[in-house]
């Protein structure tokens, strides 16, 4: 009797009410004013700064249709699109090497890839001087063999110098995600395309790379985005010619005092950067949809 008793007390009591949806929206309150007060005033005062030179040369009109802001746009799109296929080339690389090619020091390797995530980009370029500088170590080393005194590598302070330190900082923004997606696949997938006589070649064609094409866009696109607004690294390279979007804004903002001309630009770069990032998400939404669906069906076939 006792333990009816418990029992029926246990059914009989009373569910306590949940929280009321009103108090939760409160906690919301201040993660959203920080945004809106660190981020999106910020960029709204951007904007507004922009229309104040109407009239003069510092307007919209003047700013868009002059050579030195056409130069700047080409040569920011086309330094973060090479940029960023070298990362998508290399990174890949890496990932499958330290994936699926084991060897000593794999795991020493991945963690200095992450410390790199770690580090000012700036510090990439003041290697990269220490390194391949027209006084640097490899320079210095060549000379010493050949009796040259001439420097051999003179990239550094070129396009192509600027490109390598941003493949060399931002590679682990691709690999990282690439290495996540390689530990989840399934190992008895790899298992059986080998059992049917598939080469390592096809099977990472067919089997690896379509499950990590999702990480291996989301890596490539914060990698684009990363590049397309990097300036701490053409700053600190000094490559002549190189003059990106950053770059020119910072030109006429800080050296020339023309906040209206660099609002400008910085307004440029902004729905710039809004827009790829608009495309990323639209792309991967698709790509996951049609996975989905894929999964689906190959669920029901085995089903039947």
Do not use: H
């Amino acid at each position: 009797m006792s333990v009816t008793a418990v029992l029926e007390s246990t059914q009989e009591a009373p569910v306590r009410p949940a929280a009321p949806r009103s108090a939760a929206v409160w906690w919301a309150v201040p993660p959203v004013a920080i945004v809106l007060l660190a981020a999106v005033y910020p960029l709204i005062r951007v904007c507004l700064e922009s229309v104040k030179g109407v009239g003069t040369q510092s307007s919209w009109l003047s700013v868009l249709s002059s050579e030195a802001f056409r130069d700047a746009l080409w040569r920011t799109v086309a330094v973060a699109a090479t940029s960023t296929l070298g990362c998508l080339v290399l990174g890949t690389f890496l990932a499958i090497v330290l994936a699926f090619v084991p060897f000593p020091g794999s795991r020493l390797v991945g963690r200095l890839i992450d410390t790199v995530l770690a580090l000012p980009s700036f510090l990439v370029t003041l290697a990269f001087t220490f390194l391949y500088g027209t006084v640097g170590a490899v320079n210095a080393a060549i000379a010493g063999i050949t009796g040259d005194q001439a420097p051999v590598l003179d990239f550094l302070y070129t396009p192509a110098g600027v490109i390598a330190a941003e493949i060399t900082f931002f590679t682990p923004f691709v690999v990282r995600p690439l290495l996540a997606s390689f530990s989840t696949l399934p190992r008895a997938q790899l298992d059986v395309a080998a059992s049917l006589g598939a080469s390592s070649l096809r099977v990472l064609r067919s089997v690896v790379m379509p499950e990590a094409w999702p990480a291996l866009m989301a890596g490539g696109s914060l990698v684009l985005l990363l590049t397309l607004n990097e300036f701490g690294i053409v700053l600190f390279t000094g490559a002549k010619g190189v003059t990106t979007l950053p770059v020119l804004i910072y030109t006429r903002g800080i050296v020339s005092f023309d906040l209206p001309g660099a609002a400008v630009i910085a307004t440029v770069q902004i729905a710039l950067s809004l827009a790829l990032y608009t495309v990323y998400r639209v792309v991967f939404a698709r790509v996951t949809t049609r996975r989905g669906g894929a999964d689906t069906d190959v669920v029901v076939d085995q089903t039947k």
